[in-house]
């Protein structure tokens, strides 16, 4: 990007298509994704063609059927594979993780964040995305210096791709509780620290091998900005 992110979500009007192709072909695709990067080259170019500039470009055309309707005419490019392209631009886009979804979070800190009309993530971040927010947010919502920071890294591990309420938590038990963190973090060390977290806080259940962490780290981890100031 361009400009440094400052929202929960990213500025997708930030992304070139040049930027989305380059992660396409480098980023971990899932396997029914694959054919995304079948003459890839062929097809963005036609979509430049076609006055498509940019992730959010791509997003408005994708989600209105008219205009989806009218690129796959005039690109000649399949529906098929603009599906799949949805599904892939979506993905740029975080899911916010409800707070009432996390394992093992206390009642009293749910009824403290509700009162103050905080449901999920997307919802904290403005309150928590640096040390004044966090120290102004402290006093209004009545909650301790300690429960506000931890929040801060549920908040923060949260916008990398593919974590969900349960793997959020599982991170925030670990030493390697934000992005910064986990970006610089040697895999094997990862691994380690989070299977002990599994086995001490059963948040988490789903299987963890030395590969996957490694290119998630690589792929995902070290592409997520670093906008939290701790």
């Known amino acids: 990007m361009s400009k440094k992110q400052l929202n929960y979500m990213p500025d997708l009007s930030e992304i070139s298509l040049d930027e989305l192709k380059k992660e396409l072909e480098t980023g971990r695709l899932l396997p029914s994704r694959k054919p995304l990067l079948d003459d890839i080259d062929n097809k963005f170019s036609t979509l430049k063609k076609a006055g498509i500039n940019n992730?959010?470009?791509l997003r408005e055309v994708l989600k209105n059927s008219t205009k989806l309707k009218?690129?796959?005419?005039?690109?000649?490019?399949?529906?098929?594979?603009?599906?799949?392209?949805k599904r892939e631009v979506n993905n740029l886009l975080p899911t916010p993780v409800k707070f009432n979804d996390i394992p093992n979070i206390s009642d009293k800190l749910l009824k403290?964040?509700?009162?103050?009309?905080?449901?999920?993530?997307?919802?904290?971040?403005?309150y928590v995305r640096d040390f004044n927010s966090r120290k102004n947010f402290k006093k209004a919502s009545g909650l301790s210096k300690e429960e506000v920071l931890w929040l801060t890294k549920i908040v923060d591990v949260s916008r990398i791709k593919w974590v969900g309420p349960k793997l959020a938590r599982l991170i925030v038990d670990t030493k390697f509780d934000t992005v910064k963190k986990l970006a610089e973090a040697n895999p094997v060390d990862v691994l380690n620290?989070?299977?002990?977290?599994?086995?001490?806080?059963?948040?988490?259940?789903?299987?963890?091998?030395?590969?996957?962490i490694d290119s998630w780290i690589r792929q995902v981890v070290s592409k997520t900005p670093q906008i939290i100031e701790y």
């Open 55 to 57: 992730a959010e470009n």
């Open 70 to 85: 009218k690129l796959i005419k005039e690109t000649n490019i399949s529906e098929d594979y603009f599906k799949l392209l």
């Open 112 to 126: 403290k964040l509700n009162t103050q009309g905080i449901i999920n993530t997307e919802n904290l971040f403005p």
């Open 193 to 212: 620290y989070l299977n002990e977290a599994k086995k001490k806080h059963k948040a988490y259940d789903g299987p963890l091998g030395i590969n996957d």
